[in-house]
Structures are given as structure tokens and as C-alpha cells.
């Protein structure tokens, strides 16, 4: 079953605009990671945050973690057409909740689309 | 540095053929996943090694998969016999330890007529 599940499945925004997309979890989690996948090729990670950090940051993204309400939000920001794709959330459950081993769970992904 | 590589990147098969699809992970990295990817049931972990040891088979749909590491270097997914409902982007990923990220090739898409 799916772990992360991701909200909106799809947005549209003009560039220059910011994207946020927010994922919701199930269990425990050890980390949380957000990749892109552009049309026809692989996933490529992002960035990835620990059950104990609340907030990263990487150029112009910025991802936060409330391990109590169990989610996860994606922003991007002064968006750019190069940033259509979807985007996953991916959750490593937490060894110690019983969950069972370091793999990723993925959720179905938000499809953005940035129109210049 | 080199990703991780994959091969075919496109196959086009009748059903019944035996399909294998290659990967090659990145040098290093001790941990290899096989994804399937659709547009229904979006990406599904079908197998994992650590150590080149399979660690979590569960996600393999029937004993028509299977899958080998006899190395560190490389890994294979066959599917024998082939049906059209196995059509998907099968993907392989390496990492290099429990809690990194993973690296994902460019995928296999496969089409079984």
C-alpha cells in the first residue's frame, strides 16, 4: 500500500509563481525524501529530511516535516518552466516501530506544470 | 561520475519470450531496488538487496519474476513467461547506505505485445 500520498495529484502555475505540494504519511518514519521524475526518465533525489528535522533547505526549495500530524510540504519557489515533472514523496519507515527494513515507500506523485 | 545504467532502455517483446533487463549500479553503493512503474498502480518496489543478499522479495507479483545480484556490480530482472499485463517502466536504484538517497537509472520500458 502506499505510504505517502501526495496533494494536489496535479497544479499548474504561471513561472515566477511558487509550487507548494504537501505529502501525508502513515507510520513512524525514520526520513522523508522528495524526488522529480521528468518525462520519461528516472526519479532524481531532491532532498531528504530527518524524523528529527523540522526544515531543509536546498536552492530554491524548502521542505518541512511535522512528524505530528504526519505530512511533509514541498516548496518551490520563483518557479521555472524547467521545473515541470512530477514529484514524489518517499518515506523510510522508522527500523524501531516493527515496519520492517530501510526502504523507500513512494506515494503516486503531483504532477506540476510551470507555463512560461 | 557514472549513474546507475540500465539496459534496454526500450524492449519490445511478444508474450511468452523470456525478458531479462540489466543493471548496472553505481560503484560503491551496497543496496540495489527494482521498481515497476504504472500509470494505475504508480511505482512499486518489487525486490531489494543489501550485500548483493536479497533482503525483501515481497513486491515480486508472481514466480514469473525473478531476480539475481551475483555481484556487486550487477543485477538482473527476468520475467519468464512474458504477458502483456507485465508492460511498464522498470526502474533499478542503488544507495550507499541504510539512510541515504537513492539513485535511479533511466528505466527499462517494456512492452509485451
Known amino acids: 500500500s502506499q505510504q505517502g500520498e501526495e496533494d494536489p495529484q496535479a497544479l499548474s502555475i504561471q513561472e515566477g509563481e511558487n509550487a507548494t505540494m504537501n505529502c501525508s504519511y502513515k507510520?513512524?518514519?525514520?526520513?522523508l525524501q522528495w524526488y522529480r521524475q521528468n518525462s520519461g526518465r528516472g526519479l532524481v533525489h531532491l532532498i531528504l529530511?530527518?524524523?528529527?528535522?523540522r526544515e531543509k533547505h536546498s536552492g530554491r526549495l524548502r521542505v518541512t516535516l511535522d512528524t505530528s500530524k504526519k505530512s511533509s510540504s514541498l516548496l518551490i519557489t520563483a518557479s521555472r518552466a524547467a521545473d515541470t515533472a512530477s514529484y514524489f514523496c518517499a518515506t523510510v519507515a522508522d527500523p524501531y516501530s516493527g515496519a520492517g527494513s530501510y526502504q523507500l515507500t513512494f506515494g503516486k506523485g503531483t504532477k506540476l506544470s510551470v507555463i512560461p | 561520475d557514472a549513474g546507475v545504467i540500465q539496459s534496454p532502455r526500450h524492449e519490445v517483446t511478444e508474450m511468452g519470450q523470456e525478458v531479462t533487463l540489466r543493471c548496472k549500479p553505481i560503484s560503491g553503493h551496497n543496496s540495489l531496488f527494482w521498481y515497476r512503474q504504472t500509470m494505475m498502480r504508480g511505482l512499486e518496489l518489487l525486490i531489494y538487496f543489501n550485500n548483493n543478499v536479497p533482503i525483501d522479495d515481497s513486491g515480486m507479483p508472481e514466480d514469473r519474476f525473478s531476480a539475481k545480484m551475483p555481484n556487486a556490480s550487477f543485477s538482473t530482472l527476468k520475467i519468464q513467461p512474458s504477458e502483456p499485463r507485465d508492460s511498464a517502466v522498470y526502474f533499478c536504484?542503488?544507495?550507499?547506505?541504510?539512510?541515504?538517497?537513492?539513485?535511479f537509472g533511466d528505466g527499462t520500458r517494456l512492452s509485451i505485445l
Open positions: 536504484a542503488s544507495r550507499r547506505g541504510l539512510d541515504q538517497p537513492q539513485h
Open positions: 529530511i530527518r524524523s528529527n528535522e
Open positions: 507510520t513512524s518514519i525514520n526520513n
